[in-house]
């Protein structure tokens, strides 16, 4: 849905259909306060739309490229915010982003004219983020990518941000923070077996079988909140990961591919089906008990109490909560990922059929993500780059 879908709403008149077009109108120059237009009375939708559309060009003239006093709050609103519309992004890709501008970027940014804006400006607004922040260059990204819009416009002569300083910054404090916590961050092939151990010895079923098919299959949270029964092939003992759960820019869970769009079919180990056996029994008895329909093979098969999909947050509390109650190490949702990808390494010595299991795009990205819970990975890039050395 575009920026004018949203602004223009329907509403009825003695009956009758009408439109009106609600939308941001810049921020007026001695005030600082926003501008909110409002204006009802429309017949038809394409009426509402013209007004919308002469309202957005009127507020790019006052805001065009030759006005020195622009600021980059306006340049965010009447043009950045539209190209990122534009832009055919994932809703939840697009939730993000606009929420790194809200908290981060226009905060420090919002205030200053977009033309005065400089390299000088970009470093004091890192070493913000630095203090708050465990990964400031997602937000210096985006920074990077609303003023290269902003050059390509014309609206500045040349974007100020430089990343490298920042990267390597962060590489780091990346290391620094591995070492410090060592295999905090992820389960031992040991510590998995004492976690699966505990699982065992609850009655829920539910939980059970969640935690199995991420410690032992390795599913992003995402992907495990979106299996349906269809998903799962009894028969061969295989699982098919096609799709995820995302947030929307409203914070509304929603239905997306996979990320990378890639799916993956992976056997599913004896333990791990025997737990989905127990629970799809159970569920069926429990939807029936609560007078909530079964949805046959499209039934999600961990959803909430309405029967539709949980927020990703849900299984974080989970989890947390088991491991305190069972004197476990604490480690996240993700980190059960981690823990998965150690064992099948030391299992089986390869990293081509990890990044397979695990959903990568590439081998690159398999080591990058795991090197600091397998040692033997930056071995191995070492022996690589020697060989073609």
Request: hydrophobic residues 35%.
């Amino acid at each position: 849905m575009t920026t004018m879908d949203k602004a223009v709403k329907e509403y009825m008149k003695r009956g009758v259909p009408h439109y009106m077009v609600k939308m941001y109108g810049g921020i007026d120059p001695y005030t600082k306060r926003q501008i909110n237009i409002t204006k009802r009375g429309f017949k038809t939708k394409p009426e509402a739309k013209a007004f919308y559309a002469q309202k957005q060009a009127e507020m790019l003239q006052r805001n065009d490229t030759d006005n020195p006093n622009l600021t980059f709050e306006q340049f965010y609103h009447s043009d950045y915010e539209e190209y990122l519309h534009n832009c055919s992004l994932e809703k939840s890709t697009l939730g993000k982003i606009k929420g790194i501008f809200k908290n981060h970027i226009l905060p420090f940014y919002g205030d200053l004219k977009l033309k005065n804006i400089s390299y000088q400006d970009t470093l004091r607004s890192f070493e913000v983020w630095k203090e708050k922040l465990q990964k400031p260059s997602k937000v210096a990204i985006e920074l990077n990518k609303c003023l290269e819009q902003a050059a390509h416009n014309d609206y500045i002569p040349k974007n100020p941000v430089k990343l490298d300083g920042l990267r390597s910054w962060e590489k780091k404090e990346e290391r620094k923070r591995v070492n410090a916590q060592g295999d905090k961050l992820f389960y031992t092939s040991d510590e998995i077996d004492l976690f699966i151990q505990k699982l065992k010895t609850t009655d829920d079923i539910l939980k059970i079988a969640s935690f199995l098919l991420l410690v032992n299959l390795g599913l992003r949270k995402g992907e495990l909140l979106a299996l349906q029964w269809q998903d799962i092939d009894f028969q061969n003992k295989k699982i098919h990961i096609h799709q995820a759960i995302g947030t929307d820019e409203f914070n509304k869970p929603y239905i997306k591919a996979t990320k990378n769009f890639l799916e993956r079919t992976l056997d599913i180990d004896e333990e791990t089906f025997q737990a989905l056996l127990k629970w799809q029994e159970l569920q069926a008895k429990q939807l029936k008990w609560q007078s909530l329909e079964h949805q046959g093979d499209k039934q999600f098969i961990f959803p909430n109490s309405k029967n539709t999909f949980y927020n990703n947050c849900k299984l974080n509390a989970w989890l947390k909560k088991f491991q305190t109650q069972h004197g476990l190490k604490l480690v996240s949702v993700h980190g059960l990922r981690h823990s998965c990808a150690t064992r099948i390494y030391y299992q089986t010595n390869d990293v081509k059929f990890i990044q397979h299991f695990l959903g990568h795009t590439d081998m690159t990205t398999t080591v990058d993500t795991y090197i600091h819970c397998i040692p033997e990975l930056g071995s191995m890039l070492v022996k690589g780059f020697n060989r073609t050395a």
